[in-house]
Nanobody, 123 residues
Framework: VQLQASGGGLVQPGGSLRLSCTAP?????????LGWFRQAPGKEREFVAA????????DHADSVKGRFTISRDYAKNTVYLQMSSLKPEDTAVYYC????????????????WGPGTQVTVSS
């Protein structure tokens, strides 16, 4: 099973983007936690946000709090990352991931991944 992230692109500082994540062949159930990570060139993959599929809550990295919001759509089996007030330091490949029961910011805890989508913030 491979997750599919989309919605990346080139945006000016202060702009917005919405990333989407779907999972063809996988139906998210109440035990799943969906997360977004990002990786900039030469840096380690870092946690961005996560949401419990059954709606227990969300978590966002300090670096994106107040600017990014993770959400999910049950009917569409899709997870979103709404990004606003984007900064050049947000430039990275963004990955969506799914864990079964693990709630946290460690990439090793997530079982399913996708190939990522590039987000570039530049004027």
């Amino acid at each position: 099973v491979q997750l599919q992230a989309s919605g990346g692109g080139l945006v000016q500082p202060g702009g917005s983007l919405r990333l989407s994540c779907t999972a063809p062949g996988l139906t998210f159930s109440s035990y799943y936690v969906l997360g977004w990570f990002r990786q900039a060139p030469g840096k380690e993959r870092e946690f961005v946000a996560a949401v419990s599929w059954r709606g227990e809550g969300t978590d966002h990295a300090d670096s994106v709090k107040g600017r990014f919001t993770i959400s999910r759509d049950y009917a569409k089996n899709t997870v979103y990352l709404q990004m606003s007030s984007l900064k050049p330091e947000d430039t990275a490949v963004y990955y969506c991931a799914a864990s079964v029961g693990y709630i946290g910011d460690n990439p090793a805890g997530y079982k399913y991944w996708g190939p990522g989508t590039q987000v570039t913030v530049s004027s």
